[in-house]
């Protein structure tokens, strides 16, 4: 079943239009990957569906509705979460508040088990629960940025290039709880420029460039072919057996 | 040296209130990025409240300094959702918009009240402090201050609200995927911004003379106070409060009252020369 989908989206900032014409679905319980070169509208595409960028046109549908006119802070109350490029905690907040910040609208006990959780999946955060945000490195960033978006027990999880800027060691850590996540029953969108990382684990993958879909295939399929992903970027679709 | 400890003792209780006066005009730039051209409007409002509300009723000032924050609370609130929220993208319109606000409130009161100037006179005695005689209202003034003071940033550092509350100022766009609507919190923020002026211009009532046009003073001490303790750092406002309350007290004390705005002005120019965040070095650019 398609938990959401853009249905010919066009977003952008100013003058700018940064993807036009965009279709993408998730299905419950997948890992969509989303790859594609510096400045083809991957960001875009998961801050449209989030809410942070207006449409210009188009239409956003979670479960069947309709949300395309929707803030983002109503879309996120739907389960909608997200973790952002480049991490954005509340940098004056402890890691604690950050984490309890992701449940606002969860009573007090209720915050405090889902912090738990969170805590069970990244264990290194316990210790540093007191710590406040701006004086993290920027893996413990990356936990605290993932442990937040979880604690609003998401059914959809935007993550937007999370192996930005972040040691090979710390992202592996971070992709270690991707498929607990699915196991979770978490839809994942991954926004990623680290291909190989995406296609490992992605159930269906989309190739953007210059705003537009070029490419959408089955994981498998890249992962049978790994030559298939690199005629992809070059523009040759067919190599890879079709394409939209 | 009783004259050096009678300035001392004076500052500091004269800080809390200075720290009362700037803390709501910290919170609205803080959070809403808002120049609130209207605090001292909003000051003078809690003022004359206070005033009139006692001269009437004969109830304690330092009770109706919680009507206060009701009554100009309330107003901020009216003149948020009336006006402002929609002029977020048009900071001119906004800044034109406070400063005929406080045009209305000020004309308001001269035909209402007149130009006299007015004060709360309290006769509760003195008390020796170190040896000095201190008037017991003006170690009210402070209590009422602190409590204020004290109760504000409980609220923005330990409850839910407050935490959103400062986490507008870190993020706007990370409380909206938190679910979090900022438009309320910001309303929120407005509100208890303004309330804190009421509140100020009810303390300063029974501390102070005061016109329907002191408000531009007052003011321009709490913009003093921000910039000198630095912007959204409440901490560094409140040892501004403290700087402030010297300065102004010295000069008063062995110079002349009519330099204490050129006092602050160099001393506002000199600390953001090595201390362009404020005292602390942790407020906002």
Known sequence: ?244 | MDMLLQVLVSSVLLAAVYFLLSLGLNIILGVLDIVNFAHGAMLIVGAYATYYLYEYTGLSPWLLVFVDMIVVGGLGAILYLGYLQFTVNSPLVRMFALIGFSSVVVSSILVISGSDFRTVHLDYGTVDILGLPVRVSQIVAFGVALILGGATLFLLNYTKVGKAIRAVVDDRVSLWICGVNDKRLSLLAFTVGTALAGAAGGVLATYVTFGPDSGLSFAIIAFAVVILGGLGDLVGGALASLVVALVLTSVTVYWSSALTNTALFILVLLVLLVRPRGILGRGRV
């Open chain 1, 1 to 244: 079943m398609t938990l959401l989908s853009s249905l010919n989206i066009s977003a952008g900032y100013g003058d700018l239009l940064a993807i036009e014409d965009m279709s993408v679905d998730l299905e419950e319980g997948s890992l969509l990957g989303v790859v594609g070169p510096n400045g083809a509208g991957k960001s875009t595409l998961l801050r449209a569906l989030m809410g942070i960028v207006a449409l210009r046109s188009g239409r956003v549908i979670w479960r069947g509705s309709d949300i395309g006119g929707l803030p983002a802070d109503a879309r996120a109350r739907l389960g909608i979460a997200m973790v952002q490029e480049g991490r954005r905690l509340f940098p004056s907040l402890s890691v604690e508040d950050n984490l309890l910040l992701g449940a606002y609208h969860a009573s007090r006990a209720e915050r405090r088990e889902r912090q738990e959780e969170v805590l069970a999946l990244f264990p290194a955060l316990r210790d540093i629960l007191g710590r406040t945000a701006s004086v993290l490195s920027g893996g413990e960033q990356q936990m605290v940025a993932v442990g937040r978006a979880l604690m609003s027990r998401p059914s959809c999880l935007l993550i937007d290039e999370p192996s930005l800027g972040l040691a090979p060691i710390i992202v592996d850590e971070i992709y270690k709880t991707l498929p607990k996540l699915l196991g979770a029953g978490v839809s994942i969108i991954l926004v990623e420029q680290e291909v190989g990382r995406v296609l490992s684990i992605a159930d269906l993958l989309v190739v953007l460039h210059e705003g537009r879909k070029v490419y959408e295939g089955a994981g498998t399929e890249f992962r049978e072919r790994p030559d298939a992903l690199a005629e992809v970027y070059l523009g040759n679709v067919s190599a890879v057996g079709g394409g939209n």
